[in-house]
């Protein structure tokens, strides 16, 4: 069952929010929404959102998410370019979670292109 309230941290419903990108409804329409929408697929455990939106250079063929750690928080540290102009941006963050229970974080600068049009995940800045 998905969360009532999105997972990417910003104050809209998970229906409203991200879970308009993982079903398709719409596309992401800048590297933040991208990287946002992405972690919220780690939440929810959307394997194949994350592979559709991985840039297929360096796209793996699978995941493998560990159900063991759960997503619960994340922080947009900073970001540079990747907005509905650009054609490519990283987005800096900080992503909490919990691993059987213990609290952890990770820090990552993502990059972002586009590709047919699309934002992608492109790999670590």
């Given amino acids: 069952m998905p969360p ?45 959102y994350l592979l559709r939106t991985w840039h297929p250079s360096a796209r793996p063929a699978t995941i493998g998410l560990d159900r063991r750690v759960k997503w619960v928080r994340l922080e ?5 370019g990747g907005s509905v102009v650009h054609t490519e941006g990283t987005v800096r963050f900080r992503a909490h979670y919990l691993d059987r229970g213990r609290s952890g974080e990770m820090e990552e600068n993502s990059r972002f292109v586009r590709h047919e049009g699309r934002w992608v995940y492109a790999g670590v800045a």
């Fill in 4 to 48: 009532r309230t999105c997972l990417c941290g910003l104050p809209a419903p998970y229906q409203d929010c991200c879970g308009r990108l993982h079903r398709g409804e719409a596309a992401a329409t800048t590297a933040e929404q991208l990287m946002r929408s992405r972690f919220s697929a780690f939440g929810v455990g959307d394997e194949a």
């Fill in 76 to 80: 947009v540290l900073e970001t540079s």
